[in-house]
């Protein structure tokens, strides 16, 4: 039973990692990043971690501690690097359906004016005096 628990982890890290893109695809060899997807496979070990408490030996538990805490980290850097692309593509095509000349000047202007949108719920945790 402890190895079929340790090949379940391992399943679910690899996938994990293949959909953070850290590593390619099995068949096609491309590089898949679906980060909604992976943190579902990292959702289900830390339901793992959570069920299992007191339950496993150390061999285990340490190759589950190991396993989300790569795989964190790996969210995070993922986190990090994918969306400065998609962000910056959505402001470009709306900066040029406003006005080319005048957004580009007005770039701070116009971000504080498309944040609040995005950043509401930030608005909740701050104070204005």
């Given at each position: 039973?402890s ?46 971690e ?14 589950l ?65």
């Amino acid at each position: 039973m402890s190895a079929l628990f340790a090949h379940m982890v391992m399943q679910q890290s690899s996938m994990a990692m293949m959909l953070l893109g850290k590593t390619a695809h099995p068949e096609t060899g491309q590089v898949v990043c679906d980060l909604e997807a992976a943190k579902f496979f990292i959702d289900q070990l830390e339901m793992l971690e959570f069920k299992t408490k007191g339950n496993l030996n150390q061999e285990e538990a340490a190759l589950l501690k190991q396993s989300l805490m790569s795989l964190r980290m790996a969210f995070v850097e993922s986190v990090d690097s994918a969306p400065a692309p998609p962000q910056s593509r959505p402001e470009q095509g709306s900066a040029p359906a406003g006005a080319t000349p005048s957004a580009e000047p007005n770039n701070p202007a116009t971000a504080p004016s498309a944040s609040p949108s995005e950043d509401e719920p930030r608005k909740k945790f701050t104070k204005k005096y």
